[in-house]
């Protein structure tokens, strides 16, 4: 079973401000769980947290049943490109890059991919699977919000990743475009990865399998 686990983890930043407070939580593998709490209750924390991203004061991190607290920067580089894909409010493309470039992107640090052919193809692949397949050869500034976060969850598939973490992924979008972006994250999690969004937005209720509620660093199960 594949799983990210927090056990006990507290995040303190500058030693006051406590925005993890004990929290114990589990994502596994085929399931949407998404994590709900006002601006500043500790969700983007959580998932940094979650993606090793950031580091936590306290408690321990597991990603597939290995402690990370023990890995070096190199290791926990590495679980981050095989492991996990991220999708950000912003959708951090690169404006320079067509949209499958940007997809191949994550696949030229992984060296499983012999050739620069093969990586188009899994770009052609993936674009497809979001629908976006008549944009491949686009430049983001010719793309929709939605369409660019569509993109952007491509990517965050490039290397196959057991699980995709999404922050405010419908943060900038309108509400035909954000319950487009939460049906793929459905898709993913329907096809086997693990998908934690944390959102203010009430509308990914209604695809999550379970949800968690934020507050003031707790985390509590709804
Ligand atoms: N890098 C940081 N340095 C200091 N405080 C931070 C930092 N990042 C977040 N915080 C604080 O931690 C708390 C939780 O923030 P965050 O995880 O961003 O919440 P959310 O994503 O729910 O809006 C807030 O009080 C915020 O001000
Ligand atoms: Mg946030």
Redesign the pocket.
């Known amino acids: 079973m594949k799983t990210i686990e927090l056990k006990n983890v507290s995040k303190l ?2 030693k006051d ?1 406590c ?1 993890l407070n004990n929290v114990s939580f589990t994502v596994n593998q085929g399931e949407f769980v998404a994590v709900m ?10 998932l940094q947290i979650a993606g090793l991203l950031d580091s936590c004061t306290s408690g321990e991190v597991l990603i597939n049943g290995e402690y990370v607290s023990e890995l070096d920067k190199n290791k926990l580089a590495d679980i981050r490109m095989k492991t996990l894909g991220f999708v950000f409010q912003s959708f951090h493309l690169n404006s320079h890059l067509k949209v499958y470039e940007n997809i191949m992107v994550p696949m030229l640090i992984n060296n499983e991919f012999k050739n620069r052919a093969e990586m188009k193809k899994r770009a052609e692949e993936l674009v497809e699977t979001v629908g976006l397949s008549h944009r491949i050869d686009h430049y983001p500034s010719e793309l929709s919000g939605g369409e660019q976060q569509r993109a952007a969850i491509a990517r965050a598939m490039a290397n196959d990743p057991d699980f995709i973490l999404a922050d405010e992924p419908t943060g900038n979008l309108d509400s035909k475009n954000e319950i487009m972006i939460f049906e793929e994250l459905k898709k993913l999690s329907d096809s086997g990865k693990g998908v934690l969004v ?1 959102s203010h937005n009430e509308a990914v209720m209604d695809f999550a399998d379970r949800i968690c509620i ?1 507050k003031d660093g707790v985390l509590s199960e709804n």
Not at 37 to 46: D, E
């Open positions: 930043y500058n401000v925005a709490g006002q601006s500043g209750s500790g969700k983007s924390t959580l944390v934020m």
